[in-house]
């Protein structure tokens, strides 16, 4: 800012000294021309007397009068004939002098009224009038000197003005830096969200027009913050509501759902279990097949209400993730022997890739994950076939399965992995199941940390990707093969704690086609008093989950580890879906069963308890 407020002053002062040093040193130069010029005629004028009378003192008197009164360096005069008459001043060396300026006149007879002097009568006067000449000349070295003192005092000039401007430029230049950088510091604070900042200083010039103009903007900004904090505080209060109402509204579904589940799930339960003592006692073939019918029935029920289940363990967080390296070949052969069948059944081509590469992830949930998958592409594709492929991408592979169904509208394609959805299901067919596949899906895949991914286009098939990363050869552990679970230990005593009726004589009669002692029980009261009659200790106790009078089945088999002194082996059995209730279940430690439960799970389960009881026990 300085060199800006210095530059056209010092142009103007620069052009102004030069300008007038050089008019005067031209005028300098031109006094010295006409001064030479001067004393030459003026010699011309006063010297034909003395040089016709041959006074050579009084030539000698006035050169050196001209000399003195015009500054001249030297002044001489010769004859007609160049022979030198007179001179002053350093006429040695005047000739070659080169730094002196010379000026010559001729000396000549005066008017014709003067040639009737008797002087000039006397002395003979030329013909031609010429008497001789005279020569002034001017040393240089003055117009030099002159040069050098004037240049130097336009330097000095020029510098005190430059000074002078220098201070003033600085002085208006600190004052304009110091406003612009106060305006610079109070902008700074406004975009470092300090709102109140304002510019002190008067509202002149442009400086102050700028700063109020900053002002301005400032309050104007305050006042707006101030309504958007308003109308963010009114928005957050309203979200918050709707929030709350939300939540209100999913926690009331999700109690509805838990209670219709665990309403709807007994009798299923117990007619689960009256189908599998009356298939183990009637061998008629034709009751067998009506009965084969109902225990269809009663499964396909059983999977749509696991379902839900699977909803529900998933939002509950109890599913833990177990990584490990696996190969995906075996999986995919495991998968084309449980769905062949049910692809030839629909006339589909179903093929497999093969892909021998290991994958890093809990295997249990890709396999879920890619059943839910196939399962859907068989179901929604009714000519043509589905492929399940893999594909190596980096560190990663990616597992797609491609199908040439009826395919899913672009609009659609975020809504399929929602709850009960199904786009090609108007009428809800239960045979096509209740739309959580695909939730179920993308909260499997969100919970393992991969991505999904999905191509559709109408009436032309859709792809379902899951990108997996890539595991390694060397890090895969041997399966180990689990041998069948061996009978029911013939005295072992299994305590079963239900409030429903029917409940309780279905698991009766199971138990006694399995010849294994039951005691069943409505209550923890009348479950000590009947073991108090038998005088012994249960191996295993069965609980439901939910039983009146505001207890549980946790607090069931509490209890009566503390009558009995030592933790006897325990299964909760339960309707519940509520994913409160699967945490609570999970964090007790407690082996969890669902209603509808299946008669080979619950023996194979109560078999391992016994034995590794018993074999405790011995240990």
């Known amino acids: 800012m300085l060199v800006i407020a210095l530059l056209p002053a010092m142009l103007t002062e620069f052009g102004m000294v030069a300008y007038f040093t050089s008019q005067t040193l031209d005028a300098a130069e031109d006094a010295m021309h006409a001064r030479a010029a001067h004393a030459a005629r003026h010699l011309g004028d006063i010297l034909p007397y003395a040089l016709v009378s041959g006074d050579t003192a009084q030539m000698d008197a006035l050169l050196k009068t001209e000399t003195d009164t015009n500054q001249l360096s030297y002044a001489r005069v010769t004859d007609a004939g160049g022979q030198l008459v007179a001179s002053t001043g350093d006429t040695l060396h005047a000739a070659v002098l080169a730094d002196h300026y010379r000026q010559r006149i001729e000396i000549r007879l005066p008017a014709a009224d003067a040639r009737n002097d008797r002087l000039f009568a006397t002395r003979g006067a030329p013909v031609d009038g010429l008497l001789g000449r005279a020569e002034v000349g001017v040393s240089r070295d003055q117009i030099s000197i002159f040069k050098r003192e004037t240049l130097i005092h336009a330097a000095l000039l020029m510098l005190a003005a430059l000074l002078l401007t220098g201070v003033l430029a ?54 707006h913050r101030g309504e958007l904090e308003q109308r963010i505080r009114e928005a957050t209060a309203h979200l918050a509501a709707k929030k709350d109402m939300a939540e209100r509204a999913h926690h009331a579904r999700s109690r509805f759902f838990a209670a219709a589940s665990h309403d709807l799930r007994q009798p299923l339960h117990a007619l689960s279990l009256f189908v599998a003592a009356l298939k183990a006692r009637n061998q008629q073939t034709e009751a067998q097949t009506l009965i084969e019918n109902i225990e269809a029935s009663t499964a396909a029920l059983e999977l749509l209400f696991n379902a839900l289940l699977d909803i529900s363990r998933l939002d509950a967080g109890t599913i833990e993730v177990h990584p490990v390296h696996f190969p995906l070949q075996k999986m995919l052969c495991d998968l084309e022997q449980q769905f062949g069948a049910v692809a030839a059944e629909r006339r589909l081509r179903l093929r497999f890739r093969p892909c021998d590469i290991t994958l890093y992830s809990d295997p249990l949930l890709i396999e879920r994950i890619l059943v839910n998958l196939i399962a859907n592409a068989i179901r929604y594709t009714d000519d043509g076939g589905v492929l399940v492929a893999c594909r190596r991408r980096g560190r990663m592979v990616r597992l797609s399965v491609i199908d040439t169904g009826r395919g ?189 439960l299946r008669p080979a799970k619950l023996r194979a389960l109560l078999t391992h308890l016994i034995q590794q009881a018993r074999a405790a026990a011995v240990g």
């Not at 600085?170 to 830096?177: E, G, H, N, V, Y």
């Open 170 to 223: 600085w002085r208006l230049s600190t004052r304009l830096a110091g406003q612009l950088r106060h305006v610079g510091q109070v902008v700074g604070r406004l975009a470092c969200h300090d709102i109140t900042a304002r510019a002190q200083l008067p509202p002149t010039g442009e400086v102050g027009a700028l700063a109020a103009g900053v002002n301005t903007m400032a309050e104007a900004l305050q006042a």
């Open 408 to 596: 899913i509208p672009p609009d659609q394609q975020e809504n399929v992995f929602h709850e009960f959805v199904q786009l090609h299901n108007p009428a809800r067919d239960r045979s096509k199941g209740l739309g959580l596949g695909l939730a179920i899906v993308s909260r499997l895949a969100r919970l393992l940390g991969h991505r999904v991914d999905l191509r559709s286009r109408l009436d032309h098939g859709s792809m379902f990707s899951i990108d997996v990363p890539c595991g390694d050869a060397r890090l895969v552990e041997p399966t180990i093969t689990a041998g069948a679970p061996g009978p029911i230990p013939a005295d072992a005593l299994v305590l079963l704690v239900d409030d429903e009726r029917a409940i309780l004589r279905g698991m009766a009669e199971l138990f006694d086609n399995w010849g294994v002692d039951l005691v069943t029980a409505r209550s923890t009261d009348e479950a000590e008093q009947w073991l108090d009659s038998l005088a012994r200790v249960p191996d295993v106790i069965v609980s439901d989950y939910r039983l009146p009078d505001d207890t549980d089945g946790i607090e069931v088999i509490t209890r009566l580890r503390q009558k009995y002194g030592h933790d006897i082996p325990a299964i909760v059995v339960t309707g519940d879906t509520a994913p409160d209730t699967i945490l609570r279940i999970s964090q007790a430690g407690f082996p969890l069963l669902h209603k509808p």
